[in-house]
T-cell receptor
């Protein structure tokens, strides 16, 4: 399976703390995306990082990509209770736009 | 309008019923997708439509039948489902499919399907 693995599977933090999630994948990629999913609802696209990029920022989000290690990390700074959700990385295998989602990290932010 | 809508939100059906899930987007996207998601698992791709033509069928059983009547609409026809088909069914769209790098997908809220 091409499916990526994320760790940790679950993460609980207090508001104001930073949350870091890691994603590892198996094949060469064109880009890697991060999505958020609130409980039982659709996914929301957060950020896309291309294979030739190493770091990208969007608001309180910081994503890094290490293609030599086939891994990525998502950092959420100054977390809020509203950040409580599941976070998935998704990769498109080389020469295809088919997205393969990682196993996900369930983040709980306590007020 | 950056929204993908799905109807119904919830669906309960028996194993002999025929029902359909509907998905609509008005962003001018030419690629549309169906995903299946079980509880606490990632979404799994079922079908991809590109320019209203079926591009990918991920070996989905024939009791699931997709249809793309036009560039804005995507249906999933259900017949003779099994209880293990109970899941959240997600529709998504993107600008195009197959351009290797421009595949941000916009997801609908999903249909929660229960098969009795």
């Amino acid at each position: 399976s091409q499916q990526g693995e994320e760790d940790p599977q679950a993460l609980s933090i207090q508001e104001g703390e930073n949350a870091t999630m890691n994603c590892s994948y198996k094949t060469s990629i064109n880009n890697l995306q991060w999505y958020r999913q609130n409980s039982g609802r659709g996914l929301v696209h957060l950020i896309l990082i291309r294979s030739n990029e190493r770091e990208k920022h969007s608001g309180r989000l910081r994503v890094t990509l290490d293609t030599s290690k086939k891994s990525s990390s998502l950092l959420i700074t100054a977390s809020r209770a509203a950040d409580t959700a599941s976070y998935f990385c998704a990769t498109d295998a080389y020469n295809t736009d088919k997205l393969i989602f990682g196993t996900g990290t369930r983040l709980q932010v306590f007020p | 309008d950056t929204e993908v809508t799905q109807t119904p939100k919830h669906l309960v059906m028996g194993m002999t019923n025929k029902k359909s899930l509907k998905c609509e987007q008005h962003m001018g996207h030419r690629a549309m997708y169906w995903y299946k998601q079980k509880a606490k698992k990632p979404p799994e791709l079922m079908f991809v439509y590109s320019y209203e033509k079926l591009s990918i069928n991920e070996s989905v059983p024939s009791r699931f039948s997709p249809e793309c009547p036009n560039s804005s609409l995507l249906n999933l026809h259900l017949h003779a489902l099994q209880p293990e088909d109970s899941a959240l069914y997600l529709c998504a769209s993107s600008q195009v499919y197959g351009t290797s790098g421009y595949n941000e997908q916009f997801f609908g809220p999903g249909t929660r399907l229960t098969v009795l």
